[in-house]
């Protein structure tokens, strides 16, 4: 089996705040090695505001820890992160090539195109079978194209911890259970340590090892099973999920 | 500069070029073209072509604290005022409390205002009035070395920041998850053309700079389907444009900024077509 180098992910006392209001309060979790936890709540309830939060994109107080299998800090950890359905100007100039190769390498996509790069970017895309895509424009893609390409440069370098926020919204039933599917033999083959924020019940019952259901706090925390019966889970879902 | 001189007449053995202040002026928009070209491809990416508009007309601020605090060159106080706009306005802006083209609003409103009370005193705005059009001829040697260092300057930005600004401009989220400080660098890309835009005002004038900045990236954005045939042909745009425009300007005695943003203008709508028909053509 492959030991990965992150044991854990330790949030303690996390607080998001926007001026004057919190976003998120005092959420104290940790994510596993080889697991998978499901981020769930309602629209507003501070999942995307933690996740950006943790990439480092807006301030945070309380403590966020990436501890080795010594307990030790480990010193850069690798993010992968798969964005909410891309919001983005589609009409910006720029191929599938040119995003990924933006993404791995510092030399100015403008400027020039190293030959081993684009080669590095072409087998990434053919290992999510989406090959045919490198020359295509970034804004053209499909909605389930444009995913697997999101994953594929999230999985590169393997990351230490995966992000991936409603990474589906947008993809049909089939296109759905092939992500997850492919999602699950990653965490298994690298021993991914996998944060999913997801509206999908069916899907977090299936592959998530633990659930964290948030509004602004920490409302319950464990099993999917758990915290389907808790009734913060009926207050928050009345109605709206199965 | 008298080596330049030498080998533009070699170069372009033309009447018009005879003068030196036509050798400065060519000089001039080879070096202003390719800054805006390129810092335009970007701002147009960013949809910060309403940002960059305020940003020009803050530049009559800048020459009015100059002239307050009796400076005979007001350019370091129209750079200075021109950064401190872009940060707070980009501070405001990420505050979110308001819609960003509110914010803009309200900042271009009271800059130009600000600047045109303190230079109409005595009624004396008249003089400033050639900051509106902007004067290319009136360019001196020293003025092309600040140029040509903010080019270099510009150039090495352009190699450092493209990355991480392209992949912002898609998803900051994403970027920060690539390991790019987001915010500096969208910090270091606006206040690059704070720097550009209140350098260039005074030879393209605060009503054209805008355009010079937008028009050549929106026109490459027609056409161009990758990031580098969107950064060269903005850049062929640029140059194209400007180099026929003073041609023009000349010849029919005019003023060269607008007669470079009619140019723009002609290309912008032939790409615009290009762009329509493309589109037809894959409908079908």
């Known amino acids: ?242 | 500069m008298n080596v330049i001189y030498a080998i533009l007449d070699t170069l372009l053995p033309f009447d018009m070029f005879r003068f030196t202040f036509m050798k400065n002026a060519l000089l001039a928009l080879l070096l202003i073209a390719p800054l805006l070209g390129l810092l335009g491809t970007m701002a147009v990416n960013n949809r910060m072509a309403y940002f960059s508009d305020a940003l020009g007309h803050s530049a009559l601020t800048g020459i009015a604290i100059g002239v307050l605090l009796g400076m005979e060159n007001q350019l370091i106080c129209m750079v200075a005022f021109g950064i401190l706009m872009a940060v707070v306005i980009s501070r405001v802006k990420a505050a979110g409390s308001s819609s960003t083209d509110t914010v803009i609003s309200v900042f271009s409103s009271l800059a130009m205002a600000l600047g045109l009370v303190i230079l109409s005193r005595g009624g004396g705005f008249a003089r400033y009035s050639s900051y509106l059009v902007g004067d290319i001829l009136a360019i001196t040697p020293a003025d092309l070395g600040l140029l040509a260092l903010t080019l270099a300057a510009v150039l090495v930005l352009w190699i450092v920041l493209f990355n991480p600004l392209l992949l912002t401009s898609v998803n900051p989220s994403l970027a920060a998850s690539r390991g790019a400080r987001v915010k500096w660098v969208e910090m270091a890309f606006i206040v690059a053309v704070a720097v550009v835009v209140m350098l260039s005002i005074q030879w393209v004038g605060i009503l054209m700079i805008n355009a010079l900045l937008i028009l050549p990236a929106a026109s490459a954005r027609n056409v161009a389907r990758s990031a580098r045939q969107y950064t060269l042909l903005s850049l062929a745009f640029s140059l194209f444009s400007g180099l026929l425009g003073l041609v023009l300007s000349y010849l029919w005695d005019v003023s060269a900024g607008p007669m470079i943003v009619l140019i723009l203008g002609c290309i912008f709508a032939v790409t615009y077509l290009i762009k329509a028909r493309s589109r037809v053509s894959r409908a079908a």
């Open chain 1, 1 to 242: 089996m492959i030991r990965c180098s992150l044991s854990h992910v330790q949030l303690e006392h996390f607080t998001v705040r926007r001026g004057r209001d919190v976003l998120v309060e005092d959420v104290s979790l940790s994510l596993c090695c080889g697991q998978l936890t499901a981020l769930i709540g309602s629209n507003g309830a501070g999942k995307t505001t933690l996740i950006r939060a943790l990439l480092g994109e807006i301030p945070y107080q309380g403590r966020l820890s990436y501890l080795d299998h010594e307990g030790k800090p480990m010193r850069r950890p690798r993010i992968g992160y798969v964005p909410q359905q891309l919001d983005f100007d589609r009409s910006i100039p720029m191929t599938v090539t040119d995003f990924l190769l933006a993404a791995r390498t510092r030399t100015p996509v403008w400027l020039a195109r190293p030959a081993s790069a684009a080669r590095q970017v072409q087998a990434l895309l053919n290992q999510m079978d989406v090959g045919e895509l490198g020359g295509r424009k970034l804004g053209e893609l499909s909605g389930g194209e444009l995913q697997r390409v999101l994953l594929a440069l999230a999985l590169d370098p393997m990351p230490d911890l995966l992000i991936l926020d409603e990474p589906v919204s947008g993809v049909d039933i089939r296109g759905l259970d092939m992500f997850y599917q492919r999602l699950d033999e990653l965490r298994q083959a690298h021993h991914l340590t996998i944060l999913l924020v997801t509206h999908d019940m069916a899907m977090v019952r299936r592959y998530a090892d633990q659930v964290a259901l948030i509004r602004r706090r920490l409302l319950a925390l464990g099993p999917a099973d758990e915290v389907f019966n808790h009734p913060a889970y009926r207050s928050v879902f009345e109605g709206a999920q199965a």
